[in-house]
């Protein structure tokens, strides 16, 4: 069974760039054709797609976050990843890895707080 | 963007009671709809996908129904173990988006 690991750190300066990664265990990222996708949930609050990248490379952001989001894959790795620039307290979530359009396999979910 | 309202946003039930909880699209979205509990400190699990099948391991108790706008996950007799939040997520348009959660608790 495919099991994903966020890792980043947990806590984040305002603007600056939140950076985490997510690690594919017990499967390949390039086997089958699924989407990778970042999501993240606000303490006490509902639940945001951030984007998603396509086993080919090809990726979807929310245009909500459209003009400060990365999202790449490293299949050397086994990881993908999610860059987040100029962050303020907004961005201080849960945030979640997954796989498909349709997330039966999530994360674990990481932390992560904006701060100074 | 698609907005997805759930309903009631809080569900007081006692176990063994049949729970239904509703979701409505601000436009269609065929069936393109799932659902997922969470539990506090775990990350969702998906329910129901496409509107009315159950995802691998789900119990025969949780159903799915509806298409266009509207949708309904009923849960049939509650288990303790049911009680948690529910969102519905579109996937018909992008950016995807869940509902803001029903909260279901004991009574």
């Known amino acids: 069974q495919v099991q994903l690991q966020e890792s980043g750190p947990g806590l984040v300066k305002p603007s600056q760039t939140l950076s985490l990664t997510c690690t594919v265990s017990?499967?390949?990222?390039?086997?089958?054709?699924?989407?990778w996708s970042w999501i993240r949930q606000p303490a006490g609050k509902g639940l945001e797609w951030i984007g998603r990248?396509?086993?080919?490379?090809?990726?979807n952001y929310n245009p909500s976050l459209k003009s400060r989001v990365t999202i790449s894959l490293d299949p050397s790795k086994n990881q993908f990843s999610l860059k987040l620039s100029s962050v303020t307290a907004a961005d201080t979530a849960v945030y979640y890895c997954?796989?498909?359009?349709?997330?039966?396999?999530w994360g674990q979910g990481t932390m992560v707080t904006v701060s100074s | 963007e698609i907005v997805l309202t759930q309903s009631p946003a809080t569900l007081s039930l006692s176990p063994g009671e049949r729970a239904t909880l509703s979701c409505r699209a601000s436009?269609?979205?065929?069936?393109?709809l799932a659902w997922y509990q969470q539990k506090p400190g775990q990350a969702p699990r998906l329910l129901i996908y496409d509107a009315s099948n159950r995802a691998t391991g789900i119990p025969a108790r949780f159903s799915g129904s509806g298409s266009g706008t509207d949708f309904t996950l009923t849960i049939s007799s509650l288990e303790p173990e049911d009680f948690a939040v529910y969102y519905c997520q579109q996937r018909s348009n992008w950016p995807y988006t869940f509902g803001q959660g029903t909260k279901l608790e004991i009574k």
């Open positions: 436009q269609s979205v065929s069936t393109y």
């Open positions: 990248i396509y086993t080919s490379g090809s990726t």
């Open positions: 017990s499967g390949s990222i390039n086997s089958g054709t699924y989407y």
């Open positions: 997954a796989r498909g359009d349709i997330p039966f396999i």
